[in-house]
């Protein structure tokens, strides 16, 4: 599950630039692990 250390973070890098981390530059996650480090372990964690 991917998350931040905001509003800590701003003094390093933006939200979205964090994000980007994980979404663009971590080439060896699988779509799936994409999907769950993005969201889907959140919600089954949670159930929203």
């Known amino acids: 599950m991917w998350g931040t250390d ?5 003094s390093r ?5 964090t994000l980007s981390v994980a979404r ?3 080439g ?3 779509p ?3 999907e769950c480090v993005l ?3 959140a ?3 949670w159930q929203f």
């Open 32 to 34: 799936d692990d994409r």
């Open 43 to 45: 919600l089954q964690l």
């Open 6 to 10: 905001w509003p800590v973070c701003l």
């Open 39 to 41: 969201g889907k372990t």
């Open 28 to 30: 060896f996650f699988t």
């Open 24 to 26: 663009d530059e971590m």
């Open 13 to 17: 890098a933006t939200y979205s630039q």
